[in-house]
Nanobody
């Protein structure tokens, strides 16, 4: 079992920055991918960024490349999402998720946090 808890969401103006944290507890295997997804009202949950726990391979969706950075702290079992140059289109509930490999579909992830709201005002 893996438990995930997100923090760090909030309200920010366009062009601003936020850093999300995902604290993981339980057994995190080296093959696991920890990922960030987001879901805006009326839209499907979409992949934002992911990091392979054992190799630190990193994956981003195109719309956030160059603006968002995913990283991890092994000692703290925590994954971060640094979000810069935020746009109103980034407004969503952001979720942390874990799966046994690299997937871009939310349905392939077994473990989820409760989500944290990010609101970007124009």
């Amino acid at each position: 079992q893996v438990q995930l808890r997100e923090s760090g969401g909030g309200l920010v103006q366009a062009g601003g920055s936020l850093r999300l944290s995902c604290a993981a507890s339980g057994r995190i295997f080296s093959a696991y991918t920890l990922a960030w997804f987001r879901q805006a009202p009326g839209k499907e949950r979409e992949f934002v960024a992911g990091i392979r726990w054992g190799t630190s391979s990193i994956y981003y969706t195109d719309s956030v490349k160059g603006r968002f950075t995913i990283s991890r702290d092994n000692a703290k079992n925590t994954v971060y999402l640094q979000m810069n140059s935020l746009e109103p289109e980034d407004t969503a509930v952001y979720y942390c998720a874990a799966a046994n490999s690299v997937y871009y579909s939310a349905g392939r992830y077994d473990y989820w946090g409760q989500g944290t709201q990010v609101t970007v005002s124009s």
